[in-house]
């Protein structure tokens, strides 16, 4: 899978959008970006996911470049509750043993401050 | 609601006592996979299940023992723990292919003494 590189922390106020790169300039075209959280030690909670079009669902949009090598989660209006270790993930799109596990970095450790 | 369910939450235990940790989902996933999560090392597959009585080994599976007898449940063993499987462990579920996100239990924390 290829390299996910994400600073390692950032801040945004309560209310705001809070925008959180990932650089991945290794992509290959069959290859999934993946956004997962983690509250803590809660188990990880599946945010969004997109292959080369932008995706947005109830929790956050997932904005990719044209290229690829680069993408932007937004968590539109940023709450306390969002306060958590950020990980983008690339996955390859064929499913197989071997490629099912996730592999989680570092992540970027978001907090939202009142 | 659709969940993943760890059992136990915590357990503090002895070396070498078999224990048990469950992992049951509701979702019909054909996909369950543990991982262990330890501080600086991140979250490493132990072992996965693409389906009923198919398992094989993730990155770190010694030590550990898994069955997939039915759907819905995976768990896990660990015949005789060890202090080094002290470590926050999670289970995961998804339905089959790569873009099917997978779905975390809580967790469990073990500790062996």
């Known amino acids: 899978d290829a390299k996910t590189t994400q600073p390692p922390s950032m801040d945004c106020a309560e209310g705001r959008a809070a925008n959180l790169p990932c650089n991945h300039s290794?992509?290959?075209?069959?290859?999934?970006v993946y956004w997962y959280r983690q509250i803590h030690s809660q188990g990880p909670q599946y945010i969004i996911h997109?292959?080369?079009n932008n995706e947005t669902n109830e929790m956050a949009s997932l904005i990719i470049t044209e290229d690829r090598k680069s993408s932007t989660l937004i968590l539109p209006h940023a709450t306390l509750r969002d306060t958590a270790v950020y990980y983008c993930?690339?996955?390859?799109?064929?499913?197989?043993?071997?490629?099912?596990?996730?592999?989680f970095g570092k992540g970027i450790t978001l907090s939202v401050r009142p | 609601e659709a969940q993943v369910t760890q059992n136990p939450r915590y357990l503090i235990t002895v070396t070498g006592k078999k224990l048990t940790v469950t992992c049951s989902q509701n979702?019909?996933?054909?996909?369950m996979s543990w991982y262990r999560q330890d501080p600086g090392l991140g979250l490493r597959q132990i072992y996965y299940?693409?389906?009923?009585?198919?398992?094989d080994k993730g990155d770190v599976p010694e030590g550990y023992k898994v069955s997939r007898k039915e759907k819905r449940n995976f768990p896990l063993i660990l015949e005789s723990p060890s202090p080094n499987q002290t470590s926050l462990y999670f289970c995961?579920?998804?339905?089959?292919?790569?873009?099917?996100?997978?779905?975390f239990g809580d967790g469990t924390r073990l500790s062996i003494l």
């Open positions: 290794t992509i290959s075209g069959n290859e999934y």
């Open positions: 995961a579920s998804s339905f089959g292919g790569a873009d099917q996100p997978q779905h």
């Open positions: 993930i690339v996955r390859v799109a064929i499913y197989t043993g071997a490629n099912s596990k996730l592999t």
């Open positions: 997109g292959l080369k």
């Open positions: 299940s693409m389906n009923v009585e198919v398992t």
């Open positions: 979702m019909n996933h054909e996909y």
